[in-house]
């Protein structure tokens, strides 16, 4: 069975940094995309950041590009991203996703999500 | 990148069919054969329930369909059950190797 479980959802200030972690089981990690999506309080989706099963390709919406940095440890079968510079429009719940067969086709598991809140 | 176009609502009796469309451009959902269709619940993650277009994952139920003509996509529930009233995202890749959501519609079932 596939799982995918977030933490390091937490209270941020403005400028400030926190760093997300995703971990997976149920599926052979290293074969496949993953991907961060957001959803502010009461909005609708964002797709954040991907990154390829090998981790040597990397893609981010252009609002988080310089600030975010996604990243995994496939031994570990560990998900990240780095969010530095926070803003309080980061404030979201942010959800590990893991890739169709191809890039491009979208995410088939997610986990519950984690808070992250951008506040002084 | 411009979230893809969706109505913010539709609506539909038990039994009825209901079509939800998804607008965007030659650079998203026009140039490529990867839209995909998210159903999420209030409170809850989102599941998947449309990618590539028209291919239903294991355990979808065949009342949900899925097309595109152009730039617009579409997500059609047959047969309208009270379970499906939730809200319902589409995606598509981008031209830039990233993804864009729609701006979601909330499905009410009469």
């Known amino acids: 069975e596939v799982q995918l479980l977030e933490s390091g959802g937490d209270l941020g200030q403005p400028g400030g940094s926190l760093r997300l972690s995703c971990a997976a089981s149920g599926f052979t990690f290293s074969s496949y995309a993953m991907s961060w999506v957001r959803q502010a309080p009461g909005r609708g989706l964002e797709w954040v950041s991907g990154i390829s099963g090998s981790g040597g390709s990397t893609h981010y919406v252009d609002s988080v590009k310089g600030r975010f940095t996604i990243s995994r440890d496939n031994s570990k079968n560990m998900l990240y991203v780095q969010m530095s510079s926070l803003r309080a429009e980061d404030t979201a719940v942010y959800y590990c996703a893991k890739g169709l067969r191809s890039w491009g086709s979208g995410s088939d598991y997610w986990g519950q999500g984690t808070l992250v809140t951008v506040s002084s | 990148q411009s979230a893809l176009t969706q109505p913010a609502s539709v609506s539909g009796s038990p039994g009825q069919s209901i079509t939800i469309s998804c607008t965007g451009t030659?650079?998203?959902?026009?140039?490529?054969?990867?839209v995909s269709w998210y159903q999420q619940h209030p409170g809850k993650a989102p599941k998947l329930m449309i990618f590539d277009v028209s291919n239903r994952p294991s355990g979808v139920p065949d009342r949900f369909s899925g097309s595109k003509s152009g730039n617009t996509a579409s997500l059609t529930i047959s047969g309208l059950q009270a379970e499906d009233e939730a809200d319902y995202y589409c995606s598509s890749y981008t031209i830039n190797s990233t993804y864009v959501f729609g701006t979601g519609t909330k499905v009410t079932v009469l």
């Open positions: 030659s650079s998203d959902v026009g140039g490529y054969n990867y």
